[in-house]
């Protein structure tokens, strides 16, 4: 097991999955608070990574591409502090950082975790029952049912509708997007047969935000919602077609025959070490020459 604990938050990896546990530090954005704890399954991992600084460090994940509903319905517009995915490491945790990175990709080598897109999600989005007032409206989502209520700023044409009910079943699409420069954000819900270009100003369907604090808890509704959604690449029937694979070249073949054999080599240093048949300094050695040679 490795483990890195920071005022920024914990990261806990068991071999088979990250557990991502936010800081109480009052520096830890309100938006990872009230998400709180993440499991990530080592299926759901592209990479892993480490980058130092002057004064602190960070530790990155990076997701495969259709694994996780927040990821998908923020688009990749949370910022630095709202990132769950991101961990804040002080110089002094540098060492531990790195060798958390060495056990996940270890890890990751091992298990032969492939880097492609997914078509399911592999986790489950933010629970539910979610209540977020924000912007000029409150978004409340109870798993099956979105109603949008509206407050004293809402655009008097939008709010003359009155408060708007939704279900999971009449949407095809949410997308959150947060306030930039000039342009303020929103949280919007496509709902089928009934597409729309107006702005979020004037859609009974959307909540129009204007950058404060709790905008990116609106981004939790979103991610919510999309992880009841049918999966974007099964929407689109993007599901791989059966092909017959090329046959290799004797030296291609040789090669991942080569490649296979420094696996199960890995996998066999990983027992004796667990089983404590070899040291932490012999199996880093050992280890290490193995990859060497891949």
């Known amino acids: ?13 068991d071999g088979d999955a990250l557990r991502l546990t936010p800081g109480r530090d ?27 600084g002057k004064k602190a460090g960070r530790l990155r994940l990076r997701l495969r591409d259709g694994a996780d509903p927040l990821l998908h319905a923020t688009g990749g517009r949370l910022t630095e502090p709202n990132d769950p995915y991101q961990l804040i490491v002080e110089s002094d945790r540098y060492g ?20 492609d897109p997914v078509d399911a999600y592999l986790l489950p989005g933010p ?20 109603r949008l209520e509206w407050n004293w700023k809402t655009e008097d044409a939008k709010a003359a509708a009155g408060s708007r009910s939704l279900t ?8 959150w997007h947060p306030a930039a420069g ?11 047969n009934a597409p729309t270009k107006a702005p979020p100003k ?25 992880a009841r959604l049918p999966h974007p690449a099964r ?20 090669a991942e025959d080569d490649h296979d054999a420094l696996l199960r080599r890995l996998r066999e240093l990983g027992e004796l070490h667990h089983t404590g048949v070899l040291t932490d300094e012999e199996f880093t050695l050992a280890k290490q020459a193995v990859l060497k040679r891949m």
Do not use: C
């Open 26 to 52: 009052k520096n830890v954005s309100l938006f990872r608070k009230t998400l709180g704890e993440l499991v990530v399954p080592l299926g759901a991992l592209a990479g892993v990574s480490f980058e130092q």
């Open 127 to 146: 629970s539910v029952p979610l209540s977020v007032s924000a912007g000029d409206g409150t978004a409340t989502f109870d798993g099956e049912n979105i």
């Open 202 to 226: 004037y859609d009974p369907n959307s909540v129009e935000l204007w950058g404060f604090k709790k905008d990116p808890l609106m981004a939790l509704v979103a991610a919510a919602v999309q």
């Open 1 to 13: 097991m490795a483990e890195i604990i920071q005022k920024d938050g914990t990261w806990v990896f």
């Open 235 to 254: 929407a689109a029937g993007t599901a791989v077609a059966d092909a017959r694979p090329e046959l290799p070249s004797p030296r291609v073949a040789a």
């Open 182 to 192: 000039l342009e303020n954000g929103h949280l919007r819900f496509t709902v089928r």
């Open 96 to 115: 531990v950082a790195e060798y958390f990175v060495d056990e996940v990709r270890n890890a990751l080598l091992l298990d032969q975790v492939p880097a």
């Open 168 to 175: 999971v079943t009449d949407l095809t699409a949410v997308e």
